[in-house]
């Protein structure tokens, strides 16, 4: 459909795979960048805007980067974060995943369980690509990317392992002064120029002439906001360190775990492990279970938020990276289970900065309520905990908006009947539950008059992109008796949080009733909260019934552990979810179990296309055996390829 003839695939495009899916689930690229814009207007008051920020950490901007156009720099890149973003069809940054492990002790079978359900954009075809390698030397099944010839999350014969992304903070950006703004040929470091490194690189355009374009470079890495021929022109420029430029060996880490046997096997793959730096879910057949933090560490002088640091100093450049024996990691702690949703890894006592992106405690929350709800469990709890829809976040923030309204007579009908469902509520957000719509009206509203006044539209766009980040932030704040950012700084009368609670919900009930109608009964969480599997064809009118799978209405949210995410400058279609979803059982290697949206086929007639959407949507799974003796009783088709002569 293209009319290109591809290139073949060779080696190095494999290793590249790691690289694509490091940029993909870095956060810093873009939270330094908006965060440094966000303190540059704010000062201290941007405190409140970040999800995590020690009170003895300051939030003003460097006395070295002012007036040296911070927050423009940052924009040029934002600018081309988005257009990349509008390249791939998705916008903005939505992430997650779930890994959680119980010990032999806390299974019916004796042996332990571990599931993994990894969160990214859901796209057709889909993510990842169900195998099982079988040969002399190996027998391992699981999940992997099309182009990585191992197995990413899945078991051998002796153990099993699931990832999550860890929020490292893997990147930092610097402000370079350079002698030239037409032609920067050195930049200022430690009281001497430097000189800028230039690389001359093409990029071949169907149809068109090839686009040579000139990179240049510090010592820490390439300048992100100037690229030849159409760059703003700035005496100062950006730079960037990322760990995704460094050597490391994630092919290599993969190719021993797919091998391993216990613990200690499994630990020494994960040296040469650098990025997307992974929390590493293990268990074996003996009963062992274990967590590491797999990926590097960058060794900074400093913690804390890492926002745009002066380049003309060596104060802020890293000296090396964490040691790999000092990277957290747990073996067989004394609860009997190990979990993980991308939250925060270690305490503050830890000497090395880790991150500040983590994701928000909901669903660490809920995983640890249920791994301690009972004493043991079986592959069918494991089931139904990845299907759970119990929102913390509901469970904190309705007792405030009930507060909002104590002691005040309440005339409007319509507002009766939403209280009176807050009342009533179980917080488990079903795709036909009505009270999940009222919340997430509500709370959407919330962020937009909580920040819209002084942020403006585009700013708080940006910031809306950051998704989590603001939910975290809004819940925070509302937790609290009062902020200023509450106050509506465009009206004469200072405003509350309860004044903003209230007008928040009143107008989510108007646009409701404008968006679905009816009566307030009616209105289901299903109905506005929806997922399609866009192919990037489908963006083509025409194409899009063909190539696009959906929509469906879908339950769940941010907060759930069955990940339902969606876009604040887009809502309320779910763009980020479960894109695998497995369960491995160490006392049986045929009692696997899997699904993985929307099919194992990229071919868009094929009947497996888009065969596992429905088991997808309703909780089921298929049972993946790995005797071979079984797996020729389930009487597979069998495509056979043979190498040429």
């Keep these: 459909m293209l009319n290109i003839e591809p290139e073949p695939w060779q080696i190095e495009h494999s290793v590249a795979v790691s690289r694509l899916m490091a940029w993909e689930l870095n956060y810093a690229r873009w939270v330094d960048i908006l965060f440094g814009e966000l303190v540059e207007r704010f000062g201290e008051r941007a405190r409140e805007l970040f999800p995590v920020w020690p009170p003895e950490v300051p939030v003003i901007v460097p006395s070295e980067l002012r007036g040296k156009k911070v927050a423009l720099l940052g924009k040029q890149l934002l600018d081309a974060e988005i257009a990349y973003q509008n390249l791939l069809g998705v916008r903005g940054l939505q992430t997650g995943s779930n890994a959680w492990v119980v010990s032999g ?79 920067p040929t050195r930049y200022r470091f430690l009281g001497e120029w430097r000189p800028v490194a230039e690389e001359i690189d093409t990029i071949v ?22 690229i030849e021929p159409a760059a703003q022109l700035s005496e100062y420029l950006l730079s960037m360190r990322w760990v995704g430029h460094e050597i490391s060996n994630e092919a290599r880490s993969f190719l021993l775990i797919n091998h391993a046997r216990n613990w200690d096997e499994f630990k020494a793959a994960l040296r040469s492990f650098g990025t997307p730096a992974q929390n590493f879910v293990y268990a074996d057949v003996n009963g062992n279970i274990g967590y590491y933090t797999g990926g590097r560490l960058p060794l900074r002088r400093t913690k804390g938020q890492t926002l745009p640091f002066p380049g003309w100093t060596d104060e802020y ?185 209230r007008m928040s919900l009143e107008q989510a009930i108007e646009e409701l009733e404008s968006r679905l109608g009816g009566e307030v009964k009616e209105w289901q969480w299903g109905a506005l909260h929806k997922v399609e599997f866009a192919h990037v064809f489908g963006a083509h009118p025409i194409l899009r019934k063909i190539f696009n799978i959906g929509p469906f209405e879908v339950g769940g949210s941010h907060s759930t552990l069955n990940k339902g995410d969606y876009r604040l400058g887009d809502p309320f279609a779910n763009t980020v979810g479960p894109s695998t979803r497995q369960i491995f059982d160490l006392a049986d290697v045929n009692n696997t179990r899997s699904v993985t949206p929307p099919g194992q086929s990229g071919q868009v007639f094929h009947r497996n296309y888009s065969d596992q959407i429905s088991l997808w949507l309703n909780g089921i799974y298929k049972t993946v055996p790995m005797d071979r003796s079984v797996i020729m009783k389930e009487q597979h088709s069998l495509l056979v390829l043979r190498p040429a002569p």
């Design 205 to 226: 355009v169907k149809d068109g002439l090839p686009v040579v374009l000139s990179i240049y470079s510090t010592h820490r890495g390439p300048i992100v906001n100037k």
């Design 105 to 183: 002790s806390k299974s019916m079978s004796g042996r332990p369980l571990l599931a993994n359900d990894p969160h990214l954009l859901l796209f057709a075809p889909g993510r990842w690509y169900e195998l099982h390698l079988s040969s002399p030397t190996m027998d391992v099944a699981g999940a992997s990317f099309a182009g990585i010839p191992f197995v990413v999350t899945g078991h051998n014969r002796h153990i099993a392992w699931g990832v999550t992304n860890a929020m490292i903070d893997d990147e930092d950006f610097y402000v370079e002064e350079v002698d030239s703004v037409q032609h």
């Design 317 to 501: 450049d890293w000296i090396g990276f964490v040691p790999f024996e000092q990277m957290p990691f747990r073996f067989n702690p004394p609860e009997g289970f190990i979990a993980t949703a991308n939250n925060k890894i270690v305490e503050d006592s830890y000497p090395y900065h880790v991150s500040t992106h983590w994701e928000p405690s909901w669903r660490i929350t809920r995983i640890v309520e249920l791994l301690r709800s009972q004493e043991k469990f079986s592959v069918e709890d494991f089931k139904r905990f990845q299907m759970d829809y119990v929102s913390p976040q509901a469970r904190e923030l309705v007792p405030v908006v009930l507060q909002a309204y104590e002691g005040r007579a309440v005339a409007d009908k319509r507002i009766q009947t939403v209280l009176n469902y807050f009342r009533n509520w179980n917080f488990v957000m079903k795709p036909e539950d009505v009270s999940t719509t009222l919340f997430q009206a509500f709370f959407l509203k919330t962020i937009q008059n909580t920040f819209r006044d002084e942020m403006g539209e585009q700013l708080l766009s940006l910031y809306d992109t950051l998704a989590s980040i603001p939910m975290t932030v809004t819940t925070a704040l509302l937790k609290k008796d009062s902020s200023d950012w509450f106050d509506n700084i465009e009206t004469p009368e200072k405003e509350t949080k309860n004044d903003i609670v």
